[in-house]
């Protein structure tokens, strides 16, 4: 099946993406975020535990505006939308650099929705109905693409108990449950944990992007109900194998948003600062690398939107697209952190100067579910298979 004209980006999700726009540019301007984020750096990074910043009435919001249901079925309580209509909040998001688990949950849905379960069609029906949710399935390795906590599932009277640890788990302290996997008898599991059960601990890690918090979790003896279980044993894998396109083409929405805002705020200093009587943007050393932040920008941008097409419409060709989209955008977050500093001068470096808050934000984006090397490694191996 072809991908329809425009990535099948018609009229609603061009609302739906409108919408988000108008939203965060009202709610979270620039100077709210700074003094929400990054406020006061010895907090920020020298604190005991360093903190999880976010607006919980911000987040309400956006749960009222439906953003967390967007992509999930209307039989659980969602919207319905396409995955492209998904990937457009994504992008508003990162434009803003919005401190909230909107990412994390959005990747959680896509793991529950594809489990075949009561267990996930209920926890779909909690996310609709705004719980912010988060993936517990990494150990220390960081093997983003399979169950890999390290975290073991015995059977019990009413279902599992689980003993263990995992790692890397994003926005941790905002989210209202995890979706953990761990190895039982017959292969992994993927349970449904609350954040607040007995036996369940949450170590922050120390990052640079102020935007997310992220962290270990611990648990000891944490028994899970047999109806909290979302994918049954051996099924852990096939779901996160299943939902990892989606993933990847969100997060590189985010880096794609993120990386517009970059572009956008280092053209107008240089038509704004000058030097030598004449705007910087005047000289090709400064022109030429803002229209290579473009072109990245551009480049990533296409294949998000192709990756998310065929996702709705096109399945086969889902993880080669989302691979390439995730890749591009990663390393257009590298090359657009780095400008965005260098073209800014000496204030581009300094606490006070915004830029910060995005390259950080982008730094972390890179790397999270693989950066271009690795995916580019991935695609050479499906293409000599």
């Not at 939308?81 to 919005?98: I, N, Q, S, T």
């Not at 194998?241 to 590189?252: N, Q």
């Not at 889902?318 to 390393?331: N, P, Q, T, V």
Request: contains cysteine; aromatic residues 8%.
């Amino acid at each position: 099946m072809a991908q329809p004209k425009d990535f099948g980006f018609g009229a609603d999700e061009q609302m739906v993406r409108d919408q988000a726009s108008r939203f965060l540019k009202d709610n979270l301007p620039v100077d709210k975020l700074r003094n929400l984020v990054a406020h006061d750096h010895k907090n920020a990074y020298e604190a005991d535990v360093q903190p999880a910043f976010w607006d919980e009435k911000l987040w309400s919001e956006t749960v009222a505006l439906g953003w967390t249901g967007l992509g999930i079925p209307e039989a659980q309580g969602g919207v319905g939308l396409p995955l492209v209509a998904v990937a457009a909040v994504a992008e508003e998001a990162g434009r803003a650099a919005l401190p909230s688990p909107l990412l994390s949950t959005l990747c959680t849905s896509e793991v529950l929705k594809a489990c075949d379960s009561d267990g996930a069609r209920a926890a779909l029906e909690a996310i609709a109905g705004g719980a912010a949710a988060s993936l517990a399935t990494t150990g220390e390795a960081a093997d983003w693409e399979r169950a890999d906590a390290n975290i073991t599932a015995k059977s019990s009277a009413g279902g599992f108990t689980l003993d263990g640890a995992a790692h890397f788990v994003q926005d941790a302290r905002k989210a209202g449950f995890f979706v953990v996997a761990a190895r039982a008898d017959g292969g992994a599991i993927l349970a449904r944990v609350s954040a607040d059960c007995p036996g369940l601990t949450i170590e922050a890690d120390r990052i640079t992007d102020l935007t997310r918090d992220q962290a270990s979790l611990r648990l000891s003896n944490v028994e899970v109900n047999t109806a909290d279980v979302v994918a049954a044993p051996g099924a852990a894998d096939a779901a996160i194998v299943k939902a990892l396109p989606a993933i990847l083409t969100l997060v590189a929405a985010d880096i794609c948003g993120a990386g517009e805002w970059q572009l956008q705020t280092t053209a107008e200093y240089a038509r704004t600062r000058k030097q030598f009587d004449h705007a910087i943007g005047f000289f090709q050393a400064v022109k030429h690398p803002i229209v290579n932040m473009m072109i990245d920008i551009d480049r990533a941008k296409s294949l998000v939107y192709a990756a998310a097409c065929a996702i709705d419409h096109e399945p086969e060709q889902a993880e080669r697209l989302a691979r390439m989209a995730k890749a591009a955008a990663s390393d257009a977050a590298q090359f657009l952190s780095g400008r965005s500093i260098q073209l800014h001068g000496g204030i581009g470096f300094t606490w006070e100067c915004d830029v910060h808050i995005w390259v950080k934000r982008q730094q972390h984006s890179q790397f999270l579910w693989g950066d271009g090397i690795w995916h580019r490694a991935k695609l050479a191996e499906a293409f000599d298979a």
